[in-house]
């Protein structure tokens, strides 16, 4: 990518063949004529930044500009070291007419910085994930923040992002008491292109509208399927919201301060997209105490039915709007317990942790001789009963209000195994910190886990937690297959289905880990 070039005025900087002008404030150094960028030597005082002062007997400067220079290919070559630059001029505008939302276009300065917004200045050698589109920057890339009317508060502003050089590489919010610091909506890409970010409210209206098109395509919903993810936060270029579709109604959770204050906006467009019969805005205690936003679950509207169906591959489930954790279903492993039950026929079966009941369902369903379903919730596990019951697999399925590390070390005392094991437990990392802790529980129980596998069985086990990658939780599996003295063999790992896109600069975002594994 190109930089902006040197100083604007009356005339180029620097000397012919000598050193271009020294970087403005706001926009890059050149390398006119092949020299470093540094301090010219005509044209004002060095770093003087846009609009120097003159050299004396010169010329007088008219009104302030800047320079937004783009290199142009010579013999069509592509434009870089020595290549001659067009420089297109803008007005600086008087700061007392910048107001509102709106967002200058090119050659961004404190003085055009609109009101409301802060600046925030990256650290040398930081910028490029933002340039190619990584959505979060913490703090750690951070030099400087800059306000437009004051320090900025606990509860953030919209900002317009810069890399060292002064280029506005993007906009988002600033957050200085979340963990991400600055959420990127919108990515400049190239100082190719004109600084020209569009609203955010639109922003969010016209990708919603794409989430769904984009579903669409993939076949949601259908007729044995009406429960899906409509966006998947970053996956679809809106960090912090998630929305999912749960049959008539659309469950909403809110991870950003922005997202929150724009909640009316988001309801507007699912409503338009989808009329459902009720909108459920959830934000949850991790969200609470990173973002620095009220824990909320509320119905829009207040009345209506609470209770609704859902179906997932022809399998039906009775939902709570009132009382459902997160977004209320966790359609995230459809895939998965499809494919885990086409395993299941003539197996018994372990389900813990099984919320719903939605991997023991497809395997009862499959043919398996015996499936018990496991988990420490009431409410889970009558959610669970009653899903059986509704699709007829009542007969085939145990459902026990109990802890599932309780329940297989019990298991392995009393010398019970299952030929097919899943275990699916809740995000056990909630931050790096919690690492080192998460990978001692993950081992806890994936070896009680494996102490309980029939010989020739299969287990299925997973991990929604993104902060612990491929490489840790392989290396987790070794370490409890060794305290039995086996080995450990991977068969198929498994992830997130195609209605949770992620994007390639920003891995962090494919978090679920389902692996099929057999013991030697």
């Known amino acids: 990518m190109t930089n902006q070039g040197g100083r604007g005025g009356a005339k180029p900087a620097g000397k012919a063949g000598g050193k271009a002008g020294g970087p403005g404030r706001f926009s890059g150094p050149g390398k006119a004529g092949g020299g470093k960028p540094g301090a010219g030597k005509a044209g004002g005082k060095p770093g003087a930044g ?12 008219g009104p302030k500009v800047f320079s937004h220079a783009r290199p142009r290919p010579e013999g069509g070559k592509v434009a870089g070291k020595g290549a001659r630059s067009t420089a297109i001029a803008f007005v600086q505008e008087d700061p ?34 933002f340039w190619i589109g990584h959505p979060w920057i913490f703090s750690g890339a951070i030099a400087k923040v800059e306000g437009a009317g004051g320090p900025v508060g606990v509860e953030g502003a919209p900002c317009i992002v810069e890399d060292e050089r002064g280029n506005a590489l ?28 569009p609203e955010f409210l639109g922003l969010i209206r016209e990708r919603i509208a794409a989430a769904v098109r984009l579903r669409a395509q993939l ?64 934000v949850t205690e991790t969200a609470s105490r990173l973002e620095g936003i009220p824990v909320t679950h509320e119905l829009e509207p207040e009345s209506g039915e609470d209770e609704i169906e859902v179906r997932e591959d022809g399998l039906r489930y009775r939902i709570d709007l009132g009382s459902m954790q997160k977004t209320g279903f966790y359609c995230d492993q459809r895939e998965n317990r499809i494919r885990f039950a086409a395993l299941c026929a003539g197996k018994s079966v372990l389900d813990a942790y099984c919320h719903f009941g ?12 015996k499936v018990v379903q496991v988990d420490t919730s009431n409410p889970v596990i009558a959610a669970a009963r009653a899903a059986a019951e509704l699709n007829g697999l009542e007969g085939k399925i145990e459902a026990l209000n109990d802890d599932a590390i309780n329940y297989l070390k ?38 009680l886990a494996m102490a309980t596998l029939a010989p020739g069985g299969l287990l299925l086990t997973n991990s929604c937690s993104r902060h612990v990658g491929e490489e840790e939780f392989g290396r987790m599996l070794t370490e409890a297959g060794h305290r039995l003295r086996k080995g450990v063999r991977v068969l198929e790992r498994w992830g997130q289905p195609a209605d949770h896109p992620t994007l390639t600069v920003a891995p962090e975002g494919r978090y679920l880990k389902s692996w099929l594994v057999a013991l030697d």
């Open 50 to 61: 846009p609009g120097g002062a003159a050299k004396a007997g010169g010329k007088p400067r």
């Open 96 to 129: 007392a007419e910048v107001a509102g939302p709106a967002v200058p276009s090119v050659g961004v300065t404190r003085a055009m910085l609109p009101r409301g917004f802060v600046r925030v200045l990256l650290a040398k050698g930081k910028s490029k994930p």
């Open 170 to 197: 993007g906009t988002g919010f600033y957050s200085p008491e979340a963990q991400i610091a600055v959420r990127l909506h919108w990515h400049r890409r190239t100082t190719d292109l004109p600084f020209e970010p």
């Open 219 to 282: 076949g949601f919903p259908n007729e044995r399927t009406n429960v899906y993810r409509v966006v998947n936060a970053e996956g679809d270029y809106l960090p912090g919201l998630i929305v999912d579709r749960l049959g008539s109604a659309v469950s909403v959770q809110l991870g950003s301060r922005p997202m929150l204050d724009a909640r009316n906006v988001i309801a507007a467009a699912l409503r338009e997209a989808f009329k459902p019969s009720r909108i459920a805005f959830t």
């Open 358 to 369: 939605g991997f023991g369902l497809q395997a009862a369903r499959a043919g398996a001789t």
């Open 410 to 447: 019990e298991s392995q005392a009393l010398g019970r195994s299952w030929e097919r094991i899943v275990v699916d437990p809740p995000k056990l990392a909630q931050g790096r910190g919690h690492l080192e802790d998460a990978l001692q529980k993950y081992a806890r129980l994936n070896t």
